[in-house]
C-alpha cells in the first residue's frame, strides 16, 4: 500500500496531482526492485501498452475532438442561451447542471459536455468551480450503474454468471443485477445528495462551505494559486449563432451515440461506446464541413487538435494513475486487503464489511470495474453459503454492496478516470475538486454501511 499512500498523501498536501501520481509510481518501482530506470519503463509498457489504456485514450481525445466541434458550431453557446432563458440564478444553474447528469447518462461524455455547456452559466452565477465539479462527478458512475442496459451493468451481470449456480446464464445473471438494484444504498443516495445539495436542501459543509466563502467574499471562482485543466480563454462564446440548429449540432451527435451504445448491446452484447464517439465525431466533421464552418481540411484539422491538446492534462493525469494501479497491482494491495478483511465476513456484517472493503479497493485504485472483479468473487459465494439461494435478499444486497462501494472511488479517488474528467469539464483544479467532494461522499457511504448494517 505504501507507494498509493505516499502519492495520496503528496497529492493532499501539494494539491498537484501528476507529480504525486509520479511520485507513487517511482516509490514503487523501488519496492519492486531492480534498475529504477528500467523499473519504470516497465510499468509503463505494462500499464499504457494495452487494449484498456488505448480504449480509454479513443474515448477520451474523441470527445475532446467532439466537445471542440460543439463549441465551434455554436452549439454549446445556443444550448447554454437557451438554458440561460430558464434561470440564472444559482439554484436554477445547479438544478439544471444535475437534471443533464440524469439525461447524459455516461461516465466519460457527461461530466465534459455537461461541464463545457454549463460552465459559462455557473461562472455567471458565481458558483466555485469545485461545486460544479462535484455535480458533475456525483452524475457520471452513479447513474450508470442504476441504469442495467450498459456497460457496468453488463460487466456485473458477467461477473455474477462466473461464479456459477442456477443464475450461470446471461439472462439469469442480469435479472440478479437488476433485482439488487434497489440495495445500492451508496448509488442511490449520492444522487438524491447531489439534488440536495443542487437544490440548496442540503447545507454545504467542510472544505465545499469555505470554497462558497471564497466565491462570497473575494468572487473567485476558483483558489488562488490552482491550476485548472482548461482557462478562461478557451469557455465558448456564451451567444447563440446566426441561424444555429440545436437538433443538427448537438441533438443528432448525441442520439447517434446514444444508438449505437445501446443498439450493439442488443446486437452484439457489447457496448460499442468508442465507436459511438467515433461515428458522431466523423458525422460532425461532416456536416459541419458541408454547411461551411470549415474553409479547407487544414482548419478542421486544427479545431481538432484544439480539441486533444485541450484534454491532454487529463489524458496525463489518467495514464499515470493507470501506471499506479499498475504497481499497485504487482505488489499485491488489493489481495492483501482481501486477506485482512475475509475473517471478519460473518452473515450479520457480511454486506457492510463488503461495501467497506469494495470502497477502500476502489478509492486505492481508482477503478470500479477492477474491484468488482476483486470482490465478488470472494463475497458473493459467501452470501450463497450464508443464504438459502439466489432469491436470498442477502445475495441481492452483496451484489449491490460490492457495486456501490466500486462506485464510491469511481468518483471520489484522486485516480480515477471519471473524476479527472469531472475536473476537466468544470475547468477545476483537480485536487480542489477530490478535496472539497470527499466530505460528501464519506458522508454517503458511512449512512451506506450504517443502511447496511441495520437490514
Known amino acids: 500500500m505504501l507507494p498509493l499512500l505516499v502519492a495520496l498523501l503528496f497529492a493532499f498536501v501539494t494539491r498537484s496531482a501528476i507529480p504525486a501520481l509520479l511520485g507513487g509510481v517511482i516509490v514503487g518501482a523501488f519496492m519492486m526492485g531492480g534498475n529504477l530506470v528500467i523499473g519504470l519503463n516497465n510499468i509503463f509498457q505494462e500499464a499504457l501498452g494495452n487494449g484498456n489504456f488505448i480504449w480509454i485514450c479513443q474515448i477520451v481525445l474523441s470527445i475532446g475532438v467532439l466537445t471542440e466541434l460543439f463549441k ?106 437488476i433485482r439488487s438494484i434497489p440495495f445500492n444504498f451508496y448509488s442511490i443516495i449520492t444522487v438524491l445528495f447531489a439534488g440536495g445539495i443542487a437544490l440548496g436542501w442540503i447545507p454545504d459543509f467542510g472544505p465545499m462551505r469555505r470554497a462558497e466563502n471564497r466565491v462570497a467574499l473575494t468572487g473567485e471562482l476558483i483558489r488562488p494559486g490552482a491550476s485548472p485543466f482548461i482557462s478562461d480563454s478557451e469557455l465558448p462564446d456564451a451567444r447563440p449563432s446566426t441561424g444555429l440548429s440545436l437538433a443538427l449540432y448537438l441533438g443528432i451527435p448525441i442520439m447517434l451515440i446514444m444508438t449505437i451504445a445501446l443498439g450493439s448491446y442488443w446486437v452484439y452484447r457489447e457496448i460499442l461506446i468508442a465507436e459511438a464517439f467515433m461515428t458522431a465525431v466523423a458525422y460532425l466533421s461532416v456536416t459541419m464541413s458541408l454547411k461551411g464552418h470549415f474553409k479547407s481540411l487544414g482548419e478542421l484539422v486544427d479545431v481538432a487538435m484544439k480539441g486533444i491538446m485541450s484534454i491532454l492534462p487529463a489524458l496525463l ?48 485504485t481508482g477503478t470500479s470495474w477492477g474491484t468488482f472483479a476483486l470482490v465478488m468473487p470472494l463475497a458473493l459465494p459467501l452470501a450463497y453459503a450464508f443464504s438459502s439461494g439466489p432469491s436470498d435478499p442477502l445475495v441481492l444486497e452483496t451484489i449491490a454492496a460490492v457495486t456501490g462501494g466500486g462506485i464510491f472511488g469511481d468518483h471520489t479517488s484522486p485516480v480515477s478516470d471519471t473524476s479527472v474528467l469531472s475536473s476537466a469539464g468544470a475547468g477545476s483544479d483537480h485536487m480542489d475538486h477530490i478535496i472539497t467532494q470527499l466530505p460528501y461522499a464519506l458522508t454517503v457511504a458511512g449512512a451506506t454501511a450504517l443502511l447496511y448494517l441495520f437490514i
Not at 341 to 348: A, Q
Open 72 to 177: 465551434r458550431s455554436g452549439a454549446i453557446s445556443g444550448f447554454a442561451a437557451r438554458l440561460d432563458q430558464m434561470g440564472d440564478s444559482k439554484k436554477s444553474v445547479r438544478l439544471t447542471t444535475w437534471g443533464l447528469g440524469l439525461l447524459i447518462i455516461d461516465d466519460y461524455f457527461s461530466p465534459l459536455l455537461t461541464g463545457t455547456i454549463m460552465r459559462p452559466l455557473s461562472d455567471k452565477a458565481r458558483i466555485p468551480r469545485e461545486k460544479l465539479a462535484y455535480l458533475l462527478d456525483a452524475l457520471t458512475s452513479p447513474v450508470c450503474v442504476l441504469v442495467p442496459f450498459l456497460a457496468y451493468g453488463a460487466y456485473i451481470a458477467s461477473l455474477i454468471v462466473a461464479q456459477g449456480g442456477a443464475e450461470a446464464t446471461p439472462e439469469a445473471g442480469m435479472a440478479l443485477y
Open 317 to 364: 493525469i489518467i495514464a499515470f494513475a493507470y501506471s499506479l494501479n499498475t504497481v499497485t497491482e504487482n505488489l499485491g494491495a488489493a489481495a492483501w486487503l482481501i486477506g485482512v478483511s475475509k475473517g471478519m465476513m460473518t452473515k450479520g456484517l457480511l454486506v457492510a464489511i463488503t461495501f467497506v472493503l469494495a470502497a477502500i479497493i476502489s478509492f486505492s
